[in-house]
């Protein structure tokens, strides 16, 4: 299951996102809300992980999380000086540098990522896995994100629902390592449903206040979203 070092990754993950949240209140002079905040992005977190964890021990293997990072590695002098990869903790360097130039406009929640591995406690061989359940494993974060904003929501926790929808959002997203390139390459429908199912509770999320009215958001997202996979769908079938 998790490890130590992964729970610290969670840690420093949560503090990152309630910094971008706590923004404002930080040039203001107020600590306690990015303590407020931290320990709820850490909550986000290491939730949607523990869940991704079950979902990929189902599939006989372990996630691997940790914080995103880039390499770059330097042309060589010649072929027999080898040059190591100098790595850049992207997972600091975006976030911070978007909310600073966009006013804590822009929130960048991007920051774990996971890989997929043989697990231990398996004794028979593992078989690699197959892109789509690669993307059934990776699409646990961003649902379990969703549904911790719906609890959230429903008990009146405005910043911390808006936090994990924001989460869910920004871990779809196709680029480099991140968890929406698995779910993206693996199933482009699971991918289109999910992004615009989160889009749609984004929008949508601000007017529920009662659980009748959440309710009628999660339909609303759900057929916006099956619709734009039947569109997907047949538009793909017609080229």
């Known amino acids: 299951m998790l490890e130590k ?3 610290g990754y969670f840690v420093i993950a949560g503090f990152i996102i ?3 949240f706590a923004f404002k209140d930080l040039l203001e002079g107020n600590f306690l809300k990015w303590l407020e905040y931290g320990c709820l992005g850490s909550l986000i977190v290491f939730i949607t992980s523990f869940i991704c964890e079950i979902a ?16 770059i590695r330097l042309a060589k002098k010649s ?3 080898k040059t190591a990869p100098w ?3 992207v997972w600091l360097i975006v976030p911070v ?12 929640l991007a920051i774990i990522v996971f890989d997929a591995v043989p697990s231990s406690r398996v004794h028979k061989r593992f078989v690699d896995l197959t892109e789509w359940e690669l993307a059934l494993i990776a699409s646990t974060i961003p649902f379990t994100s969703l549904l911790i904003a719906v609890i959230a929501q429903l008990a009146g926790w405005k910043t911390f629902a808006m936090m994990s929808v924001l989460y869910a959002l920004f871990n779809l997203v196709p680029f480099h390592e991140l968890t929406g390139t698995k779910i993206f390459f693996g199933s482009m429908m699971l991918w289109i449903f999910a992004a615009i199912f989160t889009i749609a509770i984004f929008i949508l999320i601000g007017i529920a206040g009662t659980t009748g009215q959440m309710f009628t ?3 609303a997202a759900a057929i916006i979203a099956i619709v734009a996979v039947i569109l997907f769908y047949l538009f793909h079938e017609a080229r």
């Open 217 to 219: 958001v999660l339909i």
């Open 5 to 7: 070092k992964e729970v």
């Open 18 to 20: 309630g910094y971008l």
């Open 79 to 81: 072929r027999f000086q």
């Open 56 to 71: 990929a021990s189902r599939f006989g293997c372990d996630a691997e999380f940790r914080l995103w990072m880039s390499d």
């Open 97 to 108: 540098a978007l909310v600073a130039v966009t006013w804590g406009y822009i929130k960048w």
């Open 87 to 89: 790595f850049i903790p």
